[in-house]
Nanobody, 127 residues
């Protein structure tokens, strides 16, 4: 069974940086649309950023210019570089994969059925 393993979270002050990583030994990242999501208790999971296999990326408006998604297909690892962190970025962060046919469908829709949600990694930003 596929399961993602997220790491790299922590507690930082506003303005700080963190780099999240996501790995899975059973999923060939190279062929998938990969995404980062976050969730605050009591709220729905929201999309943060996605990256298609051709490198096409999308970002939520709230993180544009501050976060950068990247992938290392050779290492089967997904990254999220988070700079200029704000208290509102505080959340549990998750990664996921979706098989789509073109970059236009690598977006924030249709991820709820992904079967391999991991434990996530907690990001806490203090003011």
């Amino acid at each position: 069974q596929v399961q993602m393993v997220e790491s790299g979270g922590g507690s930082v002050q506003a303005g700080g940086s963190l780099r999240l990583s996501c790995a899975s030994s059973r999923l060939p990242f190279a062929i998938y649309c990969m995404g980062w999501f976050r969730q605050v208790p009591g709220m729905e999971r929201e999309g943060v950023s996605v990256i298609y296999k051709d490198g096409t990326t999308r970002y939520a408006e709230s993180v544009k210019g501050r976060f950068t998604i990247s992938r290392d297909n050779a290492k089967n690892t997904l990254y999220l570089q988070m700079n200029s962190l704000k208290p509102e970025d505080t959340a549990m962060y998750y990664c996921a994969a979706k098989l789509v046919l073109d970059s236009r469908k690598c977006n924030f829709d249709g991820w709820a059925d992904f079967p391999g949600w991991g434990q996530g990694t907690q990001v806490t930003v203090s003011s």
